[in-house]
């Protein structure tokens, strides 16, 4: 079972030393246990770190003790159960504290930090939650690293991922991330640890760039974006990171007088109807049209009649309209 749970190639299964499978679990552990996750806000991906964490501890176990026992893994291809890891504890029912201890001594060299810190893999089990409350300190420092990434309104207005190939100092290999900008935003922290066992903090910055040329550097929260024929804006109206959507739409003198619907293309590429009511220039408000739970803010610009249009007609029904505008007013 620990083929899978250690990701291990099953062909070479003999030729694994025990120093390599501890080094794999020292991979894991560093990237999924519960300590390692405060920084991750999606509960459903925390579950699934936690879960692998579970099942690689499990399996670590077992490999030890095959190398224990047979002097190298012995992969029976017998599946094993992690439907329910209330059923898995017996595995510790006799557990040596010493062996978690010492396991995560060869991880971390701060024998303290392990003691008071970092909480053991056995009561971790046992416990079936956490209850310290003392979140793990490494040993060794972390490098941060802070990222801008560019994004639009369509990445904050869809769940489509992005695959980011990510290129660190002095780490030979690209990390991979994906990211649901709609999710995430503004920021996502991500944990990675490197085959030198260095940790590293990915911090990713996502600022809202539409390519517009007209961004305002005035306010930061008040920029602007440019969608054919719509001219977006957008301003962040609370730290929770609503974000209302500013459109304006031209009417002109008969769309004023009888109403009309003005068809709009919206920042995620599909068309909506504007519904304007006669004699109407007051804003339209759409409720959650904006981004991330904002609102739609539609600003009705009239548009007066132009000389060349006014020239386009005849003389006769120029003075007709100038009589019937003298009427009114």
């Avoid at 079972?1 to 030393?17: G, H, P, R, S």
């Avoid at 068809?263 to 959650?288: A, G, Q, R, S």
Wanted: with cysteine.
């Amino acid at each position: 079972m620990y083929v899978e749970a250690l990701n291990l190639k099953k062909d070479n299964i003999d030729k694994y030393t025990r120093d390599e499978i501890k080094n794999i679990y020292k991979k894991i552990a560093l990237e999924c246990h519960p300590d390692k996750l405060t920084n991750i806000s999606d509960e459903n991906e925390k579950k699934i770190k936690i879960d692998r964490f579970k099942k690689a501890s499990i399996a670590y176990k077992n490999a030890i003790d095959d190398f224990d026992n047979y002097g190298k893994l012995n992969y029976t291809n017998c599946d094993y159960n992690f439907d329910d890891f209330s059923d898995d504890y017996e595995i510790y029912n006799n557990f040596d504290l010493n062996f978690w201890k010492n396991t995560y001594d060869g991880i971390f060299k701060d024998k303290e930090i392990i003691k008071n810190t970092f909480i053991d893999v056995a009561s971790f089990f046992f416990n079936k939650g956490l209850k310290n409350k003392n979140y793990y300190n490494p040993s060794t420092k972390i490098i941060k690293h802070n990222i801008n990434l560019p994004i639009t309104y369509y990445d904050l207005c869809t769940f489509n991922k992005r695959k980011l190939r990510i290129l660190l100092k002095n780490v030979k290999e690209p990390v991979y991330i994906n990211i649901c900008c709609k999710n995430e935003y503004p920021c996502l922290t991500r944990q990675y640890i490197d085959d030198d066992s260095i940790e590293h903090e990915i911090i990713i910055n996502m600022i809202i760039d539409n390519d517009n040329d007209n961004i305002s550097d005035d306010n930061d929260d008040n920029d602007d974006g440019y969608d054919n024929d719509n001219y977006y804006t957008h301003n962040i109206i609370s730290n929770k990171n609503i974000i209302d959507l500013n459109v304006k739409i031209d009417i002109n003198i008969l769309d004023y007088l009888i109403g009309c619907v003005k068809k709009i293309k919206y920042v995620d590429n599909t068309y909506m109807d504007i519904n304007i009511e006669p004699f109407c220039l007051n804003e339209i408000i759409i409720k959650n049209k904006g981004l991330l739970g904002g609102n739609l803010n539609v600003k009705l610009m009239f548009k007066n009649i132009t000389l060349k249009e006014w020239n386009k007609i005849s003389e006769k029904k120029r003075k007709r309209i100038i009589k019937i505008i003298k009427t009114i007013y």
